[in-house]
């Protein structure tokens, strides 16, 4: 550009041309090169058109999102897809290559939905189960971020913390036309096509053994479909964007019930265009008040929250046992100015006593525990994250973190560590180590040093009872 506007002694190529123009001994010339100048300038404009084929603009021209109901278009079915862990080595696939299966599900996942990897891992498990009938794809879009380290990344940290590699399953990546022919919002979105018609999306849980019988023998979701808001804006308020039937709704403050096609926040700062704002969409109930009154739950396990049986039918039903994605809520508070944890917490409690007739009591109770200590005074020092204290030719990862889940099998209790090892250091476990074995597994703690011991310790507790009842404590 700096050349096209200065030649010569600051002189612009158009004051040339009009320069030459003037003189009658240089027009003809003149002419000439200005016709030459042209059609250079305009072969240039037609040739940056030609789509070239490193440059992307080969790709489908214009993808349009597929209905519930449609087929499968013919250029669907031919695209090439980038996939990793073939089991022939390929590298792209098209659907076309299973148009002969009956049912196609793609899985839309990232690294960062843990919900994603634990359908995932479900998914690899059907498979061996609907190798003829029912193709499961992953699908991993270019628009979640994810790279091939942090994949390898994740997928080292599940295996460690269950046991399932994930790391052999064949996937898409990256996509990058999938998504646009199955826009969504929310992960996990599980899109199925049945006998090449598109019949809609379902979150994970829709994927099991039933229904997927059922879809091969109806035709049909028996699921309710999956309907991102794709055109909400995260740092408007809710208000603004949707009509909802709200249960508390003040100048700065909504409280309303789970909203389709909203997505999972489990809370998140914004900047709005006129302030700040809160918001924490479709958790259950008893999340809301984990995040409320924190001090309350501090130290708290799940299995030690008690809920009074005098405590309202409907309310109690949705602390202890909440129906998936029907018995969400959304919270959403904003201010002009400033916006604070803290402020967000004091509001949040005033909402939940408002609407909620439930009181909460922190207290202990007396519990049997087994407690992991250092044997005969031997000293255990804490490990770095990934380093393993044992080696074995037949041995499977597991982070210490699992072994610990792994442990109350064993005893039938609560386990207390003590052993000073981080949770996220990795061991290697002898294949076969059976856990519902109390001499199995007290000879392997025996080897890195660490015995267990039953002990009475108190343990503390969160009770909901009714407001306005004395609460005594009855569980000692």
């Given at each position: 550009?700096?050349?096209?506007?200065?030649?010569?002694?600051?002189?612009?190529?158009?004051d040339w041309i009009f320069h030459l123009f003037k003189s009658k001994n240089n027009r003809s010339r003149t002419l000439f090169c200005f016709g030459i100048c042209f059609v250079l300038l305009f072969s240039?404009?037609?040739?940056?058109?030609?789509?070239?084929?490193?440059?992307?603009?080969?790709?489908?021209?214009?993808?349009?999102?597929?209905?519930?109901?449609?087929?499968?278009?013919?250029?669907?079915?031919?695209?090439?897809?980038?996939?990793?862990?073939?089991?022939?080595?390929?590298?792209?696939?098209?659907?076309?290559?299973?148009?002969?299966?009956?049912l196609i599900i793609l899985d839309f996942w990232a690294t960062w939905c843990g919900s994603c990897l634990r359908s995932m891992a479900k998914i690899q498990a059907l498979e061996k189960d609907w190798n003829?009938?029912?193709?499961?794809?992953?699908?991993?879009?270019?628009?979640?971020?994810?790279?091939?380290?942090?994949?390898?990344?994740?997928?080292?940290?599940?295996?460690?913390?269950?046991?399932?590699?994930?790391?052999?399953?064949?996937?898409?990546?990256?996509?990058?036309?999938?998504?646009?022919?199955?826009?969504?919002?929310?992960?996990?979105?599980?899109?199925?096509?049945?006998?090449?018609?598109?019949?809609?999306?379902?979150?994970?849980?829709?994927?099991?053994?039933?229904?997927?019988?059922?879809?091969?023998?109806?035709?049909?979701?028996?699921?309710?479909?999956?309907?991102?808001?794709?055109?909400?804006?995260?740092?408007?308020?809710?208000?603004?964007?949707?009509?909802?039937?709200?249960?508390?709704?003040?100048?700065?403050?909504?409280?309303?019930?789970?909203?389709?096609?909203?997505?999972?926040?489990?809370?998140?700062?914004?900047?709005?265009?006129?302030?700040?704002?809160?918001?924490?969409?479709?958790?259950?109930?008893?999340?809301?008040?984990?995040?409320?009154?924190?001090?309350?739950?501090?130290?708290?396990?799940?299995?030690?929250?008690?809920?009074?049986?005098?405590?309202?039918?409907?309310?109690?039903?949705?602390?202890?046992?909440?129906?998936?994605?029907?018995?969400?809520?959304?919270?959403?508070?904003?201010?002009?100015?400033?916006?604070?944890?803290?402020?967000?917490?004091?509001?949040?409690?005033?909402?939940?006593?408002?609407?909620?007739?439930?009181?909460?009591?922190?207290?202990?109770?007396?519990?049997?525990?087994?407690?992991?200590?250092?044997?005969?005074?031997?000293?255990?020092?804490?490990?770095?994250?990934?380093?393993?204290?044992?080696?074995?030719?037949?041995?499977?990862?597991?982070?210490?973190?699992?072994?610990?889940?792994?442990?109350?099998?064993?005893?039938?209790?609560?386990?207390?560590?003590?052993?000073?090892?981080?949770?996220?250091?990795?061991?290697?476990?002898?294949?076969?180590?059976?856990?519902?074995?109390?001499?199995?597994?007290?000879?392997?703690?025996a080897v890195h040093g660490l015995t267990p011991v039953e002990k009475q310790v108190a343990v503390p507790i969160v009770v909901f009872t009714p407001k306005n009842i004395k609460y005594t404590n009855e569980?000692?």
């Open positions: 550009m700096k050349n096209f506007y200065k030649g010569g002694r600051d002189m612009s190529y158009f240039n404009q037609l040739t940056a058109q030609e789509p070239r084929r490193d440059s992307g603009a080969d790709r489908l021209p214009e993808i349009l999102p597929i209905a519930i109901g449609e087929l499968i278009p013919p250029a669907l079915w031919e695209l090439p897809l980038n996939v990793v862990n073939h089991p022939l080595g390929n590298e792209t696939i098209k659907l076309g290559d299973y148009q002969d299966r009956k003829d009938s029912v193709l499961f794809l992953p699908v991993n879009a270019e628009t979640t971020g994810d790279i091939p380290e942090k994949i390898r990344n994740t997928f080292t940290r599940f295996q460690q913390s269950t046991g399932t590699a994930l790391d052999r399953q064949c996937y898409v990546f990256p996509d990058r036309d999938l998504y646009r022919f199955f826009p969504h919002k929310a992960l996990p979105h599980v899109v199925w096509i049945f006998e090449g018609r598109y019949i809609g999306s379902t979150y994970a849980e829709a994927v099991t053994t039933e229904h997927i019988k059922a879809v091969l023998h109806s035709g049909g979701l028996q699921r309710p479909v999956k309907k991102d808001l794709l055109t909400f804006s995260p740092t408007r308020m809710i208000a603004e964007q949707l009509p909802f039937s709200s249960i508390s709704r003040e100048q700065n403050v909504l409280f309303t019930r789970y909203i389709e096609g909203l997505g999972f926040d489990s809370g998140t700062f914004y900047t709005h265009d006129a302030g700040l704002l809160y918001r924490i969409s479709n958790f259950e109930l008893l999340y809301f008040f984990y995040i409320a009154f924190p001090e309350i739950f501090h130290g708290v396990k799940t299995d030690d929250i008690v809920f009074s049986e005098t405590l309202q039918e409907n309310l109690r039903r949705e602390l202890v046992a909440p129906v998936p994605y029907e018995d969400g809520y959304c919270f959403e508070l904003f201010s002009k100015d400033t916006l604070t944890i803290e402020m967000v917490r004091k509001r949040l409690s005033e909402v939940l006593g408002t609407n909620f007739d439930v009181e909460l009591h922190r207290d202990e109770k007396l519990q049997k525990v087994m407690e992991l200590v250092p044997m005969d005074a031997v000293s255990v020092e804490p490990q770095q994250r990934g380093k393993r204290r044992a080696a074995g030719k037949h041995a499977e990862e597991r982070s210490w973190k699992v072994l610990l889940g792994r442990f109350k099998e064993t005893w039938k209790l609560p386990v207390v560590d003590h052993s000073g090892i981080a949770k996220g250091m990795v061991f290697d476990v002898p294949v076969g180590l059976d856990f519902g074995s109390r001499e199995q597994v007290e000879k392997f703690l569980t000692n």
